[in-house]
């Protein structure tokens, strides 16, 4: 279910926004708004990928998964106290 949401735009925004929609790109406001909405969920999402990523390259050297590594390291991401 879609909810309104109400918020005011300096008039050089609401300009330029009136301007894409009538580009024809986006058939209304709320589209416009909605798809930059989804790009800024994507870009952070991919912002999170590169921080892991990151993460995992900093954390020092690789170790060959065994089943035991694998029992540990799901006990971890899980919380389980053992």
Do not use: C, W
């Not at 008039?11 to 909605?34: H, I, K």
């Not at 952070?44 to 020092?60: F, M």
Request: charged share 35%; glycine share 8%.
């Amino acid at each position: 279910m879609s909810q309104t949401m109400s918020f005011a735009l300096p008039p050089t925004l609401r300009a330029y926004v009136d301007q894409r929609v009538r580009s024809g790109e986006f058939g209304n406001t709320s589209e416009y708004l909605r798809e930059l909405i989804r790009r800024d969920q994507e870009e952070q999402s991919r912002k999170r990928l590169r921080e892991l990523i990151a993460d995992g390259l900093a954390s020092g050297e690789g170790r060959n998964l065994t089943p035991e590594l694998a029992l540990e390291l799901r006990h971890r991401a899980l919380g389980d106290a053992d």
